[in-house]
């Protein structure tokens, strides 16, 4: 459900729902007006990036069959625009989304759908030393596909039901340096946002390392376009069988140092957080946040 508080304020109307989950940093370009996702492309565990595209009515109802697109790791970048897209919304949400300048994680009254939900892994927050840069593609660094996502805005769908803890790498989350960080993001929803009806165009680099079709747009004619980058070697795995201590479940945090550098490596962090159910993903497969001016530096 999105916020009705937050599409109050913008102009155009909403062709396409957007979902964010998985292995992901989202960056806001706010010098040239579009959002930046960069996905890691681990090889263990192996996390595979797929687009899902649903074509729904202004009802909601399905129209059609699913396509579903996994992305090659070749590719470098993923653009995504709109033929008649609006930046209108910009003026309102000059951070691409909503935000609360005063944002406390334990605040009984927060918005759930304020960015301020996601970690910022170029902020204090982590508490992981100071942010030094993002690392440049090649050597044993992993790959990253960027998505640049023109015409967007983008908010929390909600934040998770349980407070996650972080911790030195290798301490657990009992061990001496944890903290309690509060609750986080679950999945990053956008809308792309229009004038007129059109077209959602694709674009895809190198030339040739992947393909998808226009798709036409109007009033009636909707979108629900999800992307993802989950872990499909543990996905499935029960709890029991995971990496837990102390009833907390290890997450994927860990795993955005393979892209980003700080100024103290014996402070790198893993996140624990309380397992969701007796299926559940790994606690946090989730996308985090760079208050950065770009994430270009991590395909140059």
């Not at 806001?28 to 192996?46: G, H, I, Q, T």
């Not at 004038?195 to 959602?200: D, H, K, L, M, Y």
């Not at 955005?256 to 299926?279: M, N, S």
């Amino acid at each position: 459900m999105l916020s009705e508080k937050t599409l109050a304020a913008v102009s155009g109307f909403a062709v396409a729902e957007l979902t964010i989950d998985g292995l992901a940093i989202c960056c806001f370009n706010s010098s040239k007006k579009y959002w930046e996702v960069a996905y890691l492309r681990l090889k263990n565990p192996k996390h595979e990036l797929v687009i899902n595209i649903q074509e729904v009515n202004v009802l909601g109802e399905l129209v059609g069959p699913p396509k579903r697109h996994q992305i090659p790791e070749g590719v470098l970048s993923i653009g995504i625009k709109l033929t008649t897209g609006s930046d209108q919304h910009y003026t309102a949400y000059p951070k691409g989304g909503p935000t609360d300048p005063n944002f406390d994680r334990d605040a009984l009254n927060n918005d759930p759908h304020v960015l301020n939900w996601m970690i910022d892994l170029s902020g204090p927050e982590p508490k992981h030393g100071k942010f030094k840069k993002l690392k440049p593609k090649g050597g044993d660094r992993v790959p990253v596909s960027l998505a640049r996502i023109y015409h967007s805005l983008f908010m929390v769908r909600r934040p998770g039901g349980d407070a996650v803890k972080l911790s030195p790498k290798g301490k657990g989350p009992s061990g001496e340096g944890n903290f309690r960080l509060g609750r986080i993001n679950e999945e990053i929803v956008g809308i792309l946002l229009a004038t007129a009806p059109g077209n959602i165009e694709f674009s895809f680099t190198p030339a040739g390392s992947h393909s998808i079709d226009p798709l036409p747009y109007s009033g009636t004619r909707l979108y629900r376009i999800a992307i993802t980058n989950m872990d499909v070697q543990t996905k499935f795995l029960p709890v029991e069988k995971r990496e837990m201590q102390d009833g907390y479940v290890k997450g994927d945090f860990h795993h955005f140092y393979e892209v980003l550098e700080t100024d103290d490596k014996t402070k790198e962090q893993e996140l624990w957080a309380i397992p969701r159910g007796p299926r559940s993903v790994d606690g946090d497969c989730n996308p985090a946040g760079a208050g950065l001016p770009s994430l270009d530096d991590l395909i140059k």
